[in-house]
Nanobody, 126 residues
């Protein structure tokens, strides 16, 4: 499973960023797609994910109300819209995929994701 993440950058607090994850030539509806992040000196943590059907999403508590995960099946991409960014959101963000038979299930743990993109840096200055 090949994944290509993009869209990171340096922004100020309260700004927005949109991250994209492409799955070239393959349907994003055949896998669960998620975003996880890793800040310096910390464990990689779950951010958000969307089910194969696209009908279910799940967010980490820190992402609720600020981040939105969505997908464009025609473009085979999944997007993470991040609003009201905070300095503590600074991290490398990884796009990840998991293969599950269920079209509704949304895995919420790092170990559930077997496939990873290269990561994109998000830096939020205060």
């Amino acid at each position: 499973v090949q994944l290509q993440a993009s869209g990171g950058g340096l922004v100020q607090a309260e700004d927005s960023l949109r991250l994209s994850c492409a799955r070239p030539g393959r349907s994003v509806s055949s896998v669960v797609m998620g975003w996880l992040r890793q800040a310096p000196g910390k464990e990689r943590e779950f951010v958000a994910a969307i089910s194969r059907s696209g009908g279910n999403t799940f967010y980490a508590d820190f992402a609720k109300g600020r981040f939105t995960i969505s997908r464009d099946s025609a473009k085979n991409t999944v997007t993470l819209q991040m609003n009201s960014l905070k300095p503590e959101d600074t991290a490398v963000y990884y796009c990840a995929a998991a293969i599950y038979a269920s079209t509704q299930f949304v895995p919420k743990n790092r170990v559930d994701y077997a496939y990873w993109g290269q990561g994109t840096q998000v830096t939020v200055s205060s």
